[in-house]
T-cell receptor, first 111, second 114 residues
Framework: QKEVEQDPGPLSVPEGAIVSLNCTYS??????FMWYRQYSRKGPELLMYTYSSGNKEDGRFTAQVDKSSKYISLFIRDSQPSDSATYLCAMSEISNYQLIWGAGTKLIIKP | DAGVIQSPRHEVTEMGQEVTLRCKPI?????LFWYRQTMMRGLELLIYFNNNVPIDDSGMPEDRFSAKMPNASFSTLKIQPSEPRDSAVYFC????????????FGQGTRLTVV
């Protein structure tokens, strides 16, 4: 079993829909939780990060961490075709440079 | 700042040849990471430098791979001799804090070994 599990998709939804992307993990020592977005033939870019549990909101994006269930989510409201990309979750322990990555979910927003 | 700059963007080489990938991190960042990305294995950390010193190279697949960081503004990843299974996209990333929390990635080098 991988430390971080993420459904690779693809996930295809119509424009304007609410998107839910998820990762599960097994290491209870993880404290930093990140979402990166990667467009085709580009490098990953940090979208959001959360320390420990709770929610964080940034515009149309909301990140949630449920440490009791070892489950993190990224919600995208009012999805746009420009949101079409691969979304990777990543996480690490405190003061540990080593990020553990999910496989990435390919998201397609249909106009 | 132009961000993390990698060169070349694409490299096609024959098996057995030496390949050198280059990276210029963001000015002022003190940590640098080399990653490899494939469909099968996703993103894998190859090596991590902090203040130009290699801290963890446990991800380097074998002795054919080597990395250097002679100064704060330049790093190389070398594969010698290259093999077809080395075909992947290689990313360089840099960060300010020494953790991966806010690492900035370059555009990557797409390597094809035939």
């Amino acid at each position: 079993q991988k430390e971080v599990e993420q459904d690779p998709g693809p996930l295809s939804v119509p424009e304007g829909a609410i998107v839910s992307l998820n990762c599960t993990y097994s290491n209870s020592a993880f404290q930093y939780f990140m979402w990166y977005r990667q467009y085709s033939r580009k490098g990953p870019e940090l979208l959001m990060y959360t320390y420990s549990s709770g929610n964080k909101e940034d515009g149309r994006f909301t990140a949630q961490v449920d440490k009791s269930s070892k489950y993190i989510s990224l919600f995208i409201r009012d999805s746009q075709p420009s949101d079409s990309a691969t979304y990777l979750c990543a996480m690490s322990e405190i003061s540990n440079y080593q990020l553990i990555w999910g496989a990435g979910t390919k998201l397609i927003i249909k106009p | 700042d132009a961000g993390v700059i990698q060169s070349p963007r694409h490299e096609v080489t024959e098996m057995g040849q030496e390949v050198t990938l280059r990276c210029k991190p963001i000015s002022g960042h003190n940590s640098l990471f080399w990653y490899r990305q494939t469909m099968m294995r996703g993103l894998e950390l190859l090596i991590y430098f902090n203040n130009n010193v290699p801290i963890d190279d446990s991800g380097m697949p074998e002795d054919r791979f080597s990395a250097k960081m002679p100064n704060a503004s330049f790093s190389t990843l070398k594969i010698q001799p290259s093999e077809p299974r080395d075909s992947a996209v290689y990313f360089c990333a840099s960060s300010l804090t020494g953790t991966n929390t806010e690492a900035f990635f370059g555009q990557g080098t797409r390597l094809t070994v035939v």
